[in-house]
Every structure is written in C-alpha cells, then in structure tokens.
T-cell receptor
C-alpha cells in the first residue's frame, strides 16, 4: 500500500464550479499536510500548509484535514481557467511523501 | 517570501557533456535541499537529500557518481549530471527547506529541462 494515494484524474470542470481534490494516507504519524500547484513545465508552488486536523482557508482555497479518517482535501471555490494545473498533496512525519498529483482543467 | 531560484531553466547538450544545475534560496536559509526528477505526467521522484556542509543522501537506485550534489552554503546547492546520456534527459527540480526537520514545507524551484542529444 502506498503511503499517500491521490486520484490522478484528469478532472474537468466548468468555470465557477467548486472543485474538490482529495488524498488518503496510511501513516497515522503524519502531522503536517501541504497542497502544491504545479503548472506545466514549472516547479510545484506551495498553496496550503496545515498542521493536524481542521480547516484552513486562504482566499478561494480551503484545506481540510481529517486525521481520524486519514483523509485530506483541497476545495477551490469559483474556479478559474488559471486554476488549470496539477495539484499535489504532500505530508510529512520525519520525511516527506507526495501524492502522484491530480490534473485539473477549468473550462471557460 | 520563500523564493527559490533554479538555473538554467533549459539546457540542450551533446551526449558525454557534464551539466551543472544551480539551486538558490533567495530570501531564506535552506538547511536542507532536495533534488527531484520528474518524467512527463508523473509525480516527483526524489533523487537525493542534502544538508549544508554534509554529503548528500541518495535514494536507492540513484548513482551518486553520476549525479554529484554539492550543498556548500545555506543558500546554494548544485547538481552536476556527469557524462550525460540521452536517458538522463528529464525535468530536474530542486526544493529548499528551512530547518532539518519535516515540520517545514519544501519550496521548489521552477525546474531545469535537460535534453541530451
């Protein structure tokens, strides 16, 4: 079983839709959770960084962590074509583990 | 804040050439730097982890004599691909982390596209 599981998509949504991206994990020792956005031919960009369970909001983005279910989510409200990218989840205990990424396309 | 600069962004060279890629943290001190390789439509593959002033720790299957890593200061790490061959063509990305523990996020450079002819 992989440490981190992420549906690769691809996911296509119309502009303005709410997007839900998810990852599950198996290691209960993970305490720090991150979401990165990666545009084509660019490095990943840190979007959200959270510690332990709960929600964190930043503009149109909300990160949610449910440690009891070993499940994390990233919600994007009012999605824009510029949100089209690959989204990577990441988590850490004494080392980092990355998901495989979900490819998102927001259609104008 | 947390800006990481990676240079060059794209390099094309002949087989047998050695190529050096630089990774700099511009506005913070990076105790730990990571080097990744990424194939098209695939996730990040960790190659090695380096701490300032120490030898890099390479992942299983990564040839340390092929991929030389130097982390000489808290703001600079270099990856040298020695005697590069076409199979080394890939997208190489560095990341930097403040502190030596995993409670700090990694900040990534914009990657280097390496094409070996």
């Amino acid at each position: 079983q992989k440490e981190v599981e992420q549906d690769p998509g691809p996911l296509s949504v119309p502009e303005g839709a709410i997007v839900s991206l998810n990852c599950t994990y198996s290691n209960s020792a993970f305490q720090y959770f991150m979401w990165y956005r990666q545009y084509s031919r660019k490095g990943p960009e840190l979007l959200m960084y959270t510690y332990s369970s709960g929600n964190k909001e930043d503009g149109r983005f909300t990160a949610q962590v449910d440690k009891s279910s070993k499940y994390i989510s990233l919600f994007i409200r009012d999605s824009q074509p510029s949100d089209s990218a690959t989204y990577l989840c990441a988590m850490s205990a004494n080392q980092f583990y990355f998901g495989t990424g979900t490819s998102l396309t927001v259609i104008p | 804040g947390a800006v990481v600069s990676q240079h060059p962004s794209w390099v094309i060279c002949k087989s047998g050439t050695s190529v050096k890629i630089e990774c700099r943290s511009l506005d913070f001190q990076a105790t730990t730097m990571f080097w990744y390789r990424q194939f098209p439509k695939q996730s990040l593959m960790l190659m090695a982890t380096s701490n300032e002033g120490s030898k890099a720790t390479y992942e299983q299957g990564v040839e340390k004599d092929k991929f030389l890593i130097n982390h000489a200061s808290l703001t600079l790490s270099t990856l040298t691909v020695t005697s590069a061959h076409p199979e080394d063509s890939s997208f190489y990305i560095c990341s930097c982390q403040q502190g030596a523990v995993s409670n700090q996020p990694q900040h990534f450079g914009d990657g280097t596209r390496l094409s070996i002819l």
